[in-house]
């Protein structure tokens, strides 16, 4: 919706610029703010935009064009955007989508003729656990029926604001359904930063190293080295981000976790600044979650009243460190570091060459730790706790537990924590799984797998996952998977590099061909090629791992791509014959000469 603020267009943009201090790097924010304001950003005020940062307009017009939640045009009182992961599809996505364009007389994705309503699609947005969900005006939509749906288009059509629709519409559950070493146990705030403080930052540091702590946003870099690059790069400013753009479809710990143990990510942030010696950090928060920025903002707050954040932290005289909050504006390529990086600098969300890395030049050139939000808690609770609980579970080169967001067909999904090392059989037991087909495990740019690798288990030595875990039954399609999985990279595309950006849609084309039915041996042996191209080539993580979908599902399931198979031959997708039938209507000809397959 569009905020009531008073003003036209110059007064709009001239507020939203002051408010950040005509810093370009609060582009993405400034954005924001022009766009609440006016419910787009118009050709108007990226000029003023960039008049006022003394910027080039076409590095306005550039961000503004390069993020999904960032718009050129008007989208009326309501835009509705229903979450497009596969899961969500066999909940019955699509057909609650056309059910409310029906309702609406609008077509997807378009504007309604009376300037009230747009519905569409996002990709998945964090509540895979209570599907099928959407967004109306940033504001998720749970649990969603056909009986909820003619409901939300009968408030539509009456302009029924959403303070005044049901509050269970809107519910969202936190579906914790086991804790362990990181979720179990109240937390008393301070008591990281109090141990950080009286040990020293060397302490702090020795205890995040003994305890074997690896980021866990999926690639699984020591956490302790990290930091110790960082703190020991050339520079005088350094910088603490935590990345919470958990963009991965099916993934949705990073949401419960800033819902219920925000201050022990913040705390785990502080923790970082006293080890490498920053005085500034953010929590670069998805646009997805921008529901949760009121309650972020008030526990910012609570902590900077309490002594936590500030100058003098608990008293001391050199401890000094503060946290912003920036919100991204979908773009799933920003939950890489650097890309991350780039946005957090008023930029496209474009990945950088590296080295240089982060820790020596990340954010405005300075060295720079980004962890995510599951790693600064439990960097928080090892500071606090002590390392030897932490180090003593798990595995060899996997110490601690993980939180998985499990989802999919199941009877209990939400969210797991298990130390490393559980077996994928034992979770699926958990989650009253049953009659198991498949499992994805690390969502689309991971891997999945079938009944008979059911005792592998979840480790960095042998299934590493940033939490997603969707879990697909008997006589799920999972070429419709792999097909789901593969638009969502064509979409995400940042458009970089040409392995990436081509790659990806030609993949997606190549798999829509075959779901209409015209697909060959040939397009498979086409898709493999093309996947192996794109894995090899392509600038940074989402490129290479984009044909994943393809290249793993074909490998292991690929009876599931057979059988969509027209004919084994080479057949053109383009049916030139049939194309001429309008041709032949009009000119009353119907014989065989006018038809292609005659011609000898």
């Not at 579906?175 to 930052?201: E, K, V």
């Not at 870099?221 to 020991?232: G, H, N, Q, V, Y």
């Amino acid at each position: 919706m569009v905020d009531a603020g008073g003003g036209g267009t110059a007064d709009q943009v001239r507020s939203a610029v002051q408010r950040y201090h005509a810093d370009p790097a609060y582009l993405v924010q400034i954005l924001h703010v022009v766009q609440d304001r006016q419910g787009f950003i118009s050709r108007e005020a990226i000029g003023l935009v960039a008049e006022a940062l003394d910027i080039p307009r076409a590095r306005v017009s550039g961000v503004r064009d390069f993020y999904s939640f960032l718009h050129g045009h008007a989208l009326g009182g309501y835009e509705i955007l229903f979450s497009d992961n596969i899961t969500d599809h066999f909940l019955g996505k699509e057909a609650l989508l056309q059910r409310l364009c029906e309702k609406l007389w609008l077509e997807p994705g378009k504007l309604s003729e009376d300037g009230r309503v747009r519905v569409g699609s996002a990709s998945c947005i964090g509540l895979s656990d209570q599907g099928p969900a959407a967004l109306v005006n940033g504001v998720p939509l749970t649990c969603l029926t056909t009986e909820r749906i003619d409901a939300i288009a009968g408030w539509v059509r009456e302009g029924k604001p959403l303070a005044e629709w049901p509050p269970d519409y809107f519910s969202i559950d936190d579906n914790i359904q086991r804790g362990d070493w990181l979720l179990s146990g109240a937390w008393t705030a301070g008591r990281a930063l109090d141990a950080a403080i009286h040990r020293g930052g060397e302490a702090a540091l020795a205890m995040i190293d003994q305890s074997g702590l690896r980021g866990r946003g999926g690639a699984g870099f020591k956490t302790s080295m990290k930091w110790l690059f960082c703190r020991d790069a050339e520079g005088e400013a350094r910088c603490v981000v935590c990345n919470a753009d958990e963009g991965e479809p099916g993934t949705f710990k990073d949401r419960v976790l800033l819902r219920r143990h925000a201050e022990k990510v913040f705390e785990g942030m502080a923790v970082c600044a006293r080890v490498i010696g920053a005085r500034r950090g953010f929590l670069y928060l998805r646009a997805e979650y921008r529901y949760l920025l009121p309650q972020l903002e008030e526990t910012l707050m609570d902590l900077r009243r309490r002594g936590f954040l500030g100058e003098h932290i608990l008293g001391a005289a050199d401890f000094h460190f503060d946290i912003e909050i920036h919100l991204g504006a979908g773009a799933y390529i920003c939950g890489e570091e650097s890309a991350l990086i780039e946005s957090l600098e008023g930029k496209r969300g474009v990945p950088r060459n590296r080295p240089p890395f982060p820790v020596s030049h990340g954010y405005l050139g300075q060295p720079t730790v980004v962890n995510n939000v599951e790693t600064f808690a439990a960097a928080a609770k090892i500071v606090a706790d002590g390392d030897g609980a932490f180090a003593a579970l798990g595995t060899p080169q996997s110490s601690g537990t993980k939180l998985l967001s499990i989802c999919g067909d199941c009877e209990r999904p939400g969210i797991y924590e298990y130390p490393y090392g559980v077996a994928i059989r034992q979770i699926l037991d958990d989650c009253g799984a049953r009659d198991t087909y498949a499992v994805q495990v690390g969502g689309p740019s991971g891997t999945i797998i079938g009944v008979e690798e059911f005792d592998r288990r979840v480790s960095f030595e042998d299934l590493p996952t940033g939490g997603s875990f969707m879990v697909f039954g008997q006589g799920r399609d999972l070429f419709e998977v792999a097909r789901n999985f593969t638009a969502f990279f064509a979409h995400e595309s940042c458009g970089f590099c040409t392995p990436c950006r081509v790659g990806t849609t030609l993949m997606k084309k190549g798999m829509d061909k075959i779901a209409a039915g015209n697909g060959t041996a040939v397009d498979l042996a086409e898709l493999e090629k093309l996947g192996r191209l794109t894995h090899v080539a392509s600038h940074c993580g989402l490129g290479q791992t984009a044909a994943n979908p393809v290249l793993v599902t074909l490998e292991k399931f690929r009876g599931d791509f057979d059988r969509r198979l027209k004919t084994k031959e080479f057949e053109p997708a383009f049916d030139l014959d049939g194309a001429l039938e309008a041709a032949r209507k009009i000119t009353g000809r119907d014989d065989a000469a006018a038809h292609l397959g005659a011609r000898k």
